[in-house]
């Protein structure tokens, strides 16, 4: 978005759900969600989800929602629980954080999806979702992600969702008693149009053989 003479603040993301073929992404209650997301995600035998994030992992339900729930608070996270459309088992959450609706941008973070969620097509829709609400919507103007540079498997994530890598900060943070160092990856409005092609060719039914593997990549049709 080149022309900003009527810019306006955006408004802020993950006030209602979001409906793809796959899944449904839904705003955080923790009276419904808590028991199927705690299961999904935070319970002892998933607990390597938490291995590069500032928190967890953690010993009960009621600490994830203690912890999880202060944390969010504090720092304005709008958490969105993924969930499949058929069915409705919860599968995973993802967040909208660093939200600046004066600036029109975002990221997508506490990206953390159960061993049902990962390298499926469900996960990719959900990613598009969250995408495409902030940027469709929402007319936001940048989409972030950051990650641990030592964590592998989010940055091969980012960029296969198409998020351009903009540089690592070095000494960022303190988590959990190390150094992290941050990877920066964004996508924009101008980038958007073209990714949000390449999302709809992927999930496409064409697209999956009858036992659901794809037959292109998803880097393949941007």
Same mark, same amino acid.
Request: with cysteine; aromatic share 12%; charged share 25%.
């Given at each position: 978005?080149?022309?900003?003479?009527?810019?306006?603040?955006?408004?802020?993301? &993950?006030?209602?759900?979001?409906?793809?073929? @796959?899944?449904?992404? %839904?705003?955080?209650?923790?009276?419904?969600? =808590? %028991?199927?997301?705690?299961?999904?995600?935070?319970?002892?035998?998933?607990?390597?989800?938490?291995?590069?994030?500032?928190?967890? /992992?953690?010993?009960?339900?009621?600490?994830?929602?203690?912890?999880?729930?202060?944390? !969010?608070? $504090?720092?304005?996270? $709008? *958490?969105?629980?993924?969930?499949? !459309?058929?069915? &409705?088992?919860?599968? &995973? +959450?993802?967040?909208?954080?660093?939200?600046?609706? /004066?600036?029109?941008? *975002?990221?997508?973070?506490?990206?953390?999806?159960?061993?049902?969620?990962?390298?499926?097509?469900?996960?990719? $829709?959900?990613?598009? =979702?969250?995408?495409?609400?902030?940027?469709? %919507?929402?007319?936001? @103007?940048?989409? $972030?992600?950051?990650?641990?540079?030592?964590?592998?498997?989010?940055? @091969?994530?980012?960029?296969?969702?198409?998020?351009?890598?903009?540089?690592?900060?070095?000494?960022? +943070? *303190?988590?959990?008693?190390?150094? @992290?160092?941050?990877?920066?990856?964004?996508?924009?409005?101008?980038?958007?149009?073209?990714?949000?092609? !390449?999302?709809?060719?992927?999930?496409? /039914?064409?697209?999956?053989?009858?036992?659901?593997?794809?037959?292109?990549?998803?880097?393949?049709?941007?």
């Amino acid at each position: 978005m080149s022309n900003l003479k009527n810019w306006t603040s955006r408004e802020r993301p &993950g006030q209602w759900p979001l409906t793809g073929d @796959r899944v449904v992404l %839904e705003p955080l209650d923790w009276s419904e969600h =808590l %028991e199927g997301l705690y299961t999904a995600v935070a319970a002892p035998d998933v607990a390597d989800i938490w291995k590069y994030m500032p928190i967890g /992992p953690f010993e009960s339900q009621k600490q994830f929602q203690k912890i999880f729930e202060r944390v !969010a608070g $504090e720092l304005g996270w $709008e *958490v969105m629980i993924i969930r499949q !459309a058929q069915g &409705g088992d919860i599968l &995973g +959450m993802s967040s909208y954080m660093r939200i600046r609706e /004066p600036h029109g941008s *975002v990221e997508i973070g506490c990206v953390a999806f159960g061993p049902d969620l990962k390298r499926s097509a469900e996960a990719t $829709e959900a990613m598009s =979702l969250m995408a495409g609400h902030v940027f469709d %919507e929402l007319g936001y @103007r940048r989409y $972030e992600w950051k990650c641990h540079n030592d964590n592998a498997a989010s940055r @091969r994530a980012a960029e296969r969702l198409g998020f351009a890598f903009e540089g690592v900060f070095r000494n960022d +943070m *303190v988590v959990k008693g190390k150094n @992290r160092d941050t990877a920066w990856f964004a996508m924009t409005d101008d980038d958007w149009p073209a990714l949000q092609k !390449a999302f709809k060719a992927w999930l496409s /039914p064409k697209n999956f053989d009858a036992s659901g593997a794809q037959k292109k990549r998803l880097e393949a049709f941007r």
